[in-house]
């Protein structure tokens, strides 16, 4: 047993890092989203960026190519409608709510 190991409980330097990611439920939603799309055959791969204002989780249609799509949280919306976002290539939004399970459900992938 190592003896310079510390159990670190509410430490306040790692909770307001931990605002800067997607929360578990969000990450959980957005991950059965990619299952369901790789096992229709529709992604095949994802990647994370990660900011000072946002997360994105990337969406590839082949690992070479740029990220067909992006799902954002913002940390510091203008809006709450602007809160989570689907943009494209170019980071042009394509759709937006304050609820990320809404954008996800409401969202027609296929046509997308």
């Known amino acids: ?35 369901k799309m790789v096992s229709n055959g529709s992604w095949k791969d994802y990647g994370l960026k990660i900011s000072s204002k946002q997360v994105a989780f990337s969406v590839f249609k082949n690992s070479s ?23 494209d290539t170019k980071g042009r939004v394509l759709k937006n709510s304050y609820f990320l399970e809404n954008l996800i459900k409401n969202t027609n992938w296929k046509k997308l």
């Open 65 to 87: 190519e740029n990220a067909v799509y992006n799902i954002c949280k913002n940390f510091k919306p203008v809006n709450k409608s602007l809160k989570y976002l689907i943009t």
């Open 1 to 35: 047993m190592n003896k310079h190991l510390k159990l670190v409980v509410n430490n306040p330097r790692i909770n307001e890092k931990s605002n800067y990611f997607f929360e578990k439920d969000e990450l959980k939603i957005i991950l059965d989203l990619y299952a």
